[in-house]
């Protein structure tokens, strides 16, 4: 009895561990190491009381975020014609080959109102060596009575 428990042990953890690389993207290949966004300020400023509130989303889990950008100085002002980037913490492992099917979801609470217009550029890096940057078309955030709004983004879907 006790050899089957450990043969059915054994095959449920070699299982699950199948299961995470596949269902999570984590393990299979190349993964990410980094995510930088960069956002290019065209028409419309981002006030330095705005939050950015940025993730990227994985089978419904945040794979990686960024928080920032609200303390209230100068550097937290991002005028028009100006290109800020920031990097995005990466909370689980993510495949390469997954990346496609991740959603970029762009978001900025205001402290009160605020129309932000910009051109987002994600540039990710892989641990094979290899780099990508996807564009999204000219994004507005329009965060009124501090309410948080975001944009979603296929990230396979990018220009």
Known sequence: MRFRCTIFTLVVTIMSVLALGTGNGSAQ??????FT????????????????????????????SLYCCSGGS??????????????????HAIDKAAVPNCTLVLGSRAYGDDKWVFVPTLHIQYSDGTSEDRTYGGTTLNSRGGEAVVRRYRIGDSH
């Open 29 to 34: 290949g190349p993964t990410v190491t980094k």
């Open 37 to 64: 966004i960069t956002f290019r300020t065209t028409s419309d400023d981002k006030d330095y009381d705005t939050q950015v509130q940025d993730r990227i989303i994985f089978n419904n889990v945040d794979t990686a």
């Open 74 to 91: 100068s550097s937290d002002y991002w005028s028009d014609g100006s290109a800020v980037s920031r990097d995005i913490s990466i909370l």
